[in-house]
């Protein structure tokens, strides 16, 4: 019989690193937030588990209380969005008890269930990125943003609304970011080039109005 070794098991380092690996969409989602820094301390606590690589006992014992202590920060810190460390949690729990040596069978059980948790997460991180920032980006734009001088700004909004629908605008609504007013004009994607065309001319000759531009899927929907 050869000697037992004292070296954490590498399925239980795999799903404790997939735990660590599971805390960048949340982090790459709040990068801009106020809460980044409170996320980035959160997420180095997930690392301590891979500090001990030789020691299992005290594994075992960090990947239980961080993930435990995860679990319950998400629903102390739901507003602040502490709920993406659910997944770590479950990864790390999974790792606490995933030990081959002791309980093969639950070990594969367990293994399978992070490999399933990683894939979910990966494919809810893929959507995510399709839906909020690949999507638009491809999309076709179908609105005109047209800058207008701030006294203008609501002065005939309903006019220019029944007057640009003649020309193929579905919609006109007044809009303003910081110390600049638009005039967001969207039309049907199946609007034919000659068709846009004119009604661009027509918003560009609106009283007021100095710039139109067409305005991307991501800003104007």
């Known amino acids: 019989m050869g000697p037992v070794s004292t070296r954490v098991h590498g399925l239980r380092r795999a799903l404790a690193a997939g735990a660590v690996i599971a805390t960048l969409p949340g982090l790459l989602l709040t990068l801009t937030s106020y809460v980044f820094p409170l996320h980035i301390l959160t997420a180095l606590s997930v690392m301590v588990p891979l500090f001990l690589p030789r020691r299992p006992t005290a594994f075992t014992r960090a990947c239980a209380i961080t993930g435990l ?13 502490m709920f993406v460390f659910w997944p770590s949690a479950l990864l790390l729990l999974l790792a606490a008890f995933a030990d081959p040596r002791r309980r093969p069978v639950t070990a594969k059980v367990l293994g399978t269930a992070g490999g399933l ?8 991180t893929g959507l995510f990125v399709w839906r909020i ?70 918003i560009e000759s609106l009283p007021g109005v100095t710039r139109v531009d067409l305005c991307p899927v991501r800003d104007c929907g």
């Open 69 to 81: 202590f995860l679990l319950a920060w998400g629903l102390l810190g739901f507003l602040a969005g």
């Open 117 to 124: 948790v990683m894939a979910g997460l990966l494919t809810a």
């Open 133 to 202: 920032h690949a999507a638009p980006a491809m999309a076709e734009p179908h609105t005109y943003r047209a800058v207008t001088d701030p006294d203008a700004f609501y002065d005939e909004l309903g006019n220019h609304d029944a007057h640009l629908k003649r020309y193929g605008a579905t919609s006109v609504t007044g809009t303003a970011h910081e110390d600049e007013h638009y005039l967001d004009v969207r039309f049907p994607d199946g609007l034919p080039e000659e068709r846009r065309a004119a009604l661009k001319r027509e």
